[in-house]
């Protein structure tokens, strides 16, 4: 691969250096790499407001549980980060596969062997992608449900954001099994992607409504006491 991506990890670029590196033309980073972005900022957001939570008086009784929300949220954030350069490296793999020298019988059939390895293993970044970001959709609906109402905005982003990232991802598994001759493996990718799919459309409606519901609570005058 040629740019912007010999010259460093792409987690470690700015966010305005990786916005260079997806338009320049080349072939990598890509869209395999873009979809897992949405997702660690996602986990970000969800970290943020199960941590704001945690701090309101109000929602003081679910501190615990909000800092346990945070703290995997953290997690989720930097392993789809990781994916990220995961991504990247498993689709140089199948550039180097595809550019194996194929004239004689035994190299044609190397190559194939190895375009297969590459293309199966192309697979498995964005099907983990498609799994983070489904566990962060079902935290950004708890914390939309039971977290601070000052912060449903940034729930609400944080859903929507996890499921763009896991349709996403679930384009690229679609894409990567395309060449897979393995009709059993590519059917259970795709049966893992689309059961993915129909559980973050649900839980993705779940959130907003909760946003929604919270968004309403949070304009409520407080009510006198004494």
């Known amino acids: 691969m040629t740019g912007l991506l010999e010259e460093t990890e792409l987690t470690t670029m700015s966010v305005t250096r990786f916005a ?44 615990y549980d909000m800092e346990d929300v ?26 180097a596969a595809r550019r194996l020298r194929n ?3 035994e190299q044609r059939a190397s190559r194939l062997r190895e375009v ?8 498995e970044p964005p099907l983990r992608v498609c799994g983070r970001s489904l566990r962060v959709l079902e935290l950004a609906l708890e ?6 109402p000052n912060a449903a905005s940034d729930a609400g982003v944080a859903a929507v954001l996890a499921a763009a990232s896991l349709e996403a991802a679930a384009i690229n598994v679609e894409i990567e099994l395309g060449p897979v001759d393995d009709e059993g493996f590519r059917q259970a990718r795709i049966r893992e992607a689309e059961a993915a799919r129909d559980q973050a459309a649900a839980l993705r409606e779940s959130a907003l409504a909760a946003v929604r519901v919270n968004h309403q609570l949070s304009r409520r005058p407080a009510q006198p006491t004494g």
């Open 20 to 63: 260079e590196a997806l338009a320049a033309a080349s072939p990598a980073p890509g869209g395999g790499c873009a979809a897992a972005v949405p997702g660690a900022l996602a986990a970000g957001l969800v970290a943020m407001t199960a941590r704001l939570s945690a701090q309101s008086d109000p929602f003081s009784d679910l501190a």
């Open 103 to 105: 004239q004689t019988v």
């Open 143 to 148: 914390v939309a449900e039971r977290g601070n």
């Open 70 to 95: 945070a703290t995997e949220a953290d997690r989720l954030r930097v392993e789809l980060l990781d994916l990220v350069d995961e991504d990247a490296s498993a689709f140089g793999r199948v550039i």
């Open 116 to 123: 297969q390895r590459a293309y199966r293993a192309a697979v």
